[in-house]
């Protein structure tokens, strides 16, 4: 049978009911809502969009690069073989 010293002992490691429910109402009011997660996805969602943006326009750039090399190479070969 459990003694009253060690009842004392056991609420002073455990949390009691009310200790518990304090904790979990300061979890609650610092857990994120719905709404701040709408928020989070909606910048990734603009973020990605303008990494998309970027990556097409470095393949466009990357492109024309290719084709100016490849008119400089057909052109130098021309110009050798007229030499």
């Known amino acids: 049978m459990l003694t009253k010293t060690d009842i004392n002992k056991l ?4 949390a009691t009911k009310d200790e ?3 904790e ?8 994120a809502t719905k ?7 909606d ?3 603009s973020v990605l969009t303008e990494v998309k943006d970027i990556r097409q326009e470095q393949q466009a750039h990357y492109s024309q690069h ?13 110009v050798n073989h007229l030499e």
């Open 11 to 14: 609420v002073e490691v455990f």
């Open 20 to 22: 518990l429910h304090s």
């Open 24 to 31: 979990l109402g300061k979890i609650r009011e610092e857990m």
């Open 35 to 41: 709404g701040h997660f709408n928020k989070v996805m």
């Open 43 to 45: 910048k990734l969602d």
């Open 66 to 78: 290719d084709r100016i090399d490849n008119r400089l190479d057909l052109l130098e070969t021309r």
